[in-house]
Every structure is written in C-alpha cells, then in structure tokens.
C-alpha cells in the first residue's frame, strides 16, 4: 500500500524549533519529488518546501533560511527542520509526492507568540 504518514508537529513558542518527519511505505521514496505544503485556516495550501530524487532542495521565500528539508534513504523518510519558528508558521503540514497522487494527513505545528 502506497502511503505516507507525518508527525513531529505540535506546540511551540516563537523562535523554537520542530522536527516534522515523513515517512513513506509501499514505494521508495527516493525516486521521487517530494513535497511538504502548509494549510492554515482560512488560507489556501501553500508549497513550503521540495526535494528532489536528486537532492535539489527549493523553498519558498518566506522559510528561506529557517527551514531545511532532508531525506534519509534508509528510513524511506523526508524530514522537515523548522527553526526560528514564527507564528504565522501556524498550520497543518502535509507532504505529498505529486507524481503518484500520494498525500499523507498532515501534522498540526501550533506557534505561540
């Protein structure tokens, strides 16, 4: 079963730290673009950040330089570093590997002021 599962979200204040993880089964998942998006209420989904069966990393602007996406080969699992959190960071966290239609549910990350 092709799937992907996240976790790692939750509470924090400003300027802490979270580690969101992306674990795929039934597929390997560095074959693949994957993709973390962001939800908050209210607003659209938003790409946040890629990586690519070639490692090419791309983000966008607003995470520049706060955010590092990685992936582990041996785990089958994409990790989202989120530093500097702020709280418009606020919002569900999905990932997704476009190419076969795969979504996981998505983890909440809740940001304080």
């Known amino acids: 079963q092709v799937q992907l599962v996240e976790s790692g979200g939750g509470l924090v204040q400003s300027g802490g730290s979270l580690r969101l993880s992306c674990a795929a089964s039934?597929?390997?998942?560095?074959?693949?673009?994957m993709t973390w998006y962001r939800q908050a209420p209210g607003k659209e989904r938003e790409y946040v950040a890629r990586?690519?069966?070639?490692?090419?990393?791309n983000y966008i602007d607003s995470v520049k330089g706060r955010f590092t996406i990685s992936r582990n080969d041996d785990q089958n699992t994409v990790y989202l570093q989120m530093d500097s959190l702020k709280p418009e960071d606020s919002a569900m966290y999905l990932c997704?590997?476009?190419?076969?239609?795969?979504w996981g549910r998505g983890t909440q990350v809740s940001v304080s002021s």
């Open positions: 997704s590997v476009g190419v076969l239609g795969v």
């Open positions: 039934g597929f390997k998942l560095s074959n693949y673009r």
């Open positions: 990586i690519t069966s070639r490692d090419i990393t």
